[in-house]
């Protein structure tokens, strides 16, 4: 089998590479308005808070990294800022497009989507969500390998497949008690390639008594650039991700999950 290629590399961090971070900052690639395209929030109006830095980035021990990663999360390009500096910077953002929103729905809170990377790795995450102005709602999209302190916050757990021997074995193994307590749902990736680990759910999914997500994986037809539409011919294979599509389908028929398309490709959002 042909190994895909690898869109988004960098290296494989760990919590210890942020200890120089003073204790009220974070390491952020980006903060942007858009739709959350998929899992529990589809379809709302969201912030993207994009945190620096995965364990599975690449060029180590669990392998390529992810080869199907479509989010830039760099390391060493993730800008240090304070947490007030982020709460305004969340604040505006979500002035750009909610002007008219907040007129009509005054006591509503406004949604926050933490992502990475892989976001749990910063210690100091736990601070920022405990300290920040109660107008916010927080998600928190997160491979599961880490689970710190993010009470308050809803936490969607997408584990992540060891891929260097594509053989479908799950780094994770089976699903522990800590990891199902702290996280609110799960979201699966799924591929219809026989040969991935993602072609199937493991079986300790089917223990997992809280929301499950089948989420079919995208295929690029190179590296991702924002932002992509997927009607556009030179952006997304179409052919390959239709069958990613169709295979997590007939998984959520026949287990009686929910799918989770990516719909902010579909709307050329990032």
């Known amino acids: 089998m042909k190994v895909p290629e690898v869109y988004n590399i960098d290296r494989n961090v760990h919590a210890s590479n942020y200890d120089a971070l003073p204790a009220d900052q974070l390491l952020v690639t980006s ?110 999209e997160t491979n599961g390998a880490r689970t710190i302190d ?10 992540k497949a060891a891929e260097t021997l594509l053989n479908g074995g799950w780094v994770l193994g089976a699903a522990s008690p800590r990891q199902i307590e702290w996280s609110n749902c799960l979201k699966m990736l799924i591929s219809a390639n026989p040969e991935s680990p993602y072609f199937d759910v493991p079986h300790w999914v089917f223990d997992y008594r809280k929301p499950i997500w089948l989420s079919p994986i995208c295929v690029y037809k190179a590296k991702p650039t924002y932002p992509t539409n997927a009607w556009l011919d030179d952006c997304i294979d179409r052919e390959e991700t239709s069958k990613n599509y169709m295979r997590a389908a007939q998984l959520a028929l026949r287990y009686g999950f929910r799918l989770s398309t990516q719909q902010h490709l579909f709307l050329g959002l990032e």
């Open 31 to 140: 903060i942007f308005p858009t739709l959350q395209g998929e899992g529990p929030f589809a379809g709302e109006p969201a912030v993207f808070l994009r945190l620096a830095g995965c364990n599975f980035g690449g060029k180590g021990v669990n392998g390529p990294g992810c080869t199907f990663c479509d989010t830039y999360f760099e390391y060493g390009k993730g800008q240090p800022r304070t947490f007030s500096d982020i709460y305004e910077a969340l604040n505006r953002a979500m002035l750009s497009f909610r002007k008219t929103w907040k007129l009509i729905q005054k006591n509503s809170q406004q949604l926050v989507v933490i992502t990475g990377g892989e976001p749990t790795l910063q210690n100091n995450l736990t601070d920022f969500i405990r300290k920040a102005p109660d107008v916010f709602t927080f998600q928190i």
């Open 150 to 159: 993010v009470a308050g916050a809803y936490v969607v757990w997408s584990p």
